[in-house]
Each structure stands twice: as C-alpha cells, then as structure tokens.
C-alpha cells in the first residue's frame, strides 16, 4: 500500500465550478500538508501548506486535514481555465524533516 | 522565494552515457534536494545535498549512479551515469522555501526532461 493515495485524473470541470482534489494517507504520523500546482513543463509551486488537521483558506482556496480519516482535501472556488494543471498533496512527519511524500497527482482541466 | 535555474531543461542521450544537471539558487540555502518524477507516479526523492558533506541517498538510490556536488550554498550537481531508458524521467531540484521555513515544503526548479534512446 503507498503511503499517499491520490487519484490521478483526469478531472474536466467547467469554468467557475468548485473542485475538490483528495488524498488518503496511511502514515498516522504525518503532521505537514502541503497541496502542490505543476503546470505543463514546469516544476511543482507550493500553493497551500496546513499543520496538523482544520482549514486554511487563501483566496480562491481551501486546504483541508482531516486526521481521524486520515484524509485530505484541496476545494478550488470559482474555477478558472489558469487553475488547469496537475495538483500533487505532499506531507511529512515532524521528525523527517527532510523528505517530502508526495501523491501521484491529479490532472485538473478546467474548460470556459 | 527562492529562484532555481536548472539546465539542461530537456536532453536525448544515448543509453551508456552520462548526463550532469546544474542547479543554481539566487540565494544561499542549507539543504538542496533531487527529485526524480516518472510518468504517472509521485515525485521521489533520490538525495538531499548539504554544501560540505556527503549527499544523503534514499534507499534505491547509490552514489556510485546519482554522483552528486554540492561545492556552495548556491550551486549543486547531479549526474546520472551509465543511463538506460528505465532513467527516463524528469528530474527535479528543489531547495526549501524560506516563506514556510523548513517544516513545510520546497521551491522547485523547472526540472531536467531526460529521454534516454
């Protein structure tokens, strides 16, 4: 079983709908979250990062930990076709600091 | 944050051979990372490299494939050697994001597309 699960995609929406991105985790020890953008060609740009479990909100975004399910969710409002890319959640434990796990990413298209 | 140029962006080498990916940071940072990102899974981290020392690998990476240096605080190599097409991938340097500190995540270069024929 990997430690992060995330489903790949493609997901097609249209524009100004609200999208919900989710991972599973199974690792109870991961305290970091972190939700990732990757346009075409390009590396990963951190978007939303969250400690432990609640809701953190900027913008157009919403990054949500639910640790008794082990579950977290990334809610784009008023979805535009600039959000079309591939989103990757990542966490860690608080004492390997060093290294990332990532989910496989989930392809986001959003269409006008 | 951080900017990273990393180059070669894209490369086509012939299996057998070696490639070397730069790394360059706008500002001096601890801990520089390498990723390697394979179609449809997730990123791996292959080494963490700190200026000074030897690079840290993660199980199934060696040194004796992945030659890392790290010789400043802005600046790091990567080479893969003796490639084969199962080193397709795109390879990705990253270092952490002085916004979030190190608790949280990384800025990421633009990534190495590495095709091997």
């Known amino acids: 079983q990997k430690e992060v699960e995330q489903d790949p995609g493609p997901l097609s929406v249209p524009e100004g709908a609200i999208v919900s991105l989710n991972c599973t985790y199974s690792?109870?020890?991961?305290?970091?979250f972190m939700w990732y953008r990757q346009y075409s060609r390009k590396g990963p740009e951190l978007l939303m990062y969250?400690?432990?479990?609640g809701n953190k909100e900027d913008g157009r975004f919403t990054a949500q930990v639910d640790k008794s399910s082990k579950y977290i969710s990334l809610f784009i409002r008023d979805s535009q076709p600039s959000d079309s890319a591939t989103y990757l959640c990542a966490m860690r434990t608080p004492y390997n600091t060093d290294k990332l796990i990532f989910g496989t990413g989930t392809r986001l298209q959003v269409f006008p | 944050s951080a900017v990273i140029s990393q180059k070669p962006s894209r490369d086509i080498c012939q299996r057998g051979t070696s490639l070397t990916i730069q790394c360059q940071v706008d500002s001096q940072v601890t801990m520089m990372f390498w990723y390697r990102q394979q179609p449809g899974q997730s990123l791996t981290l292959i080494a963490t490299?700190?200026?000074?020392?030897?690079?840290?690998?993660e199980s199934g990476f060696v040194i004796d494939k992945f030659p890392i240096s790290r010789p400043n605080l802005t600046f790091s190599t990567l080479t893969v050697s003796n490639m084969s097409p199962e080193d397709s991938s795109i390879y990705l340097c990253s270092v952490d994001d002085p916004r979030t500190g190190t608790n949280y995540g990384y800025t990421f270069g633009s990534g190495t597309r590495l095709t091997v024929v």
């Open positions: 490299a700190n200026q000074g020392s030897e690079a840290t690998y």
């Open positions: 969250t400690y432990s479990s």
């Open positions: 690792n109870s020890a991961f305290q970091y």
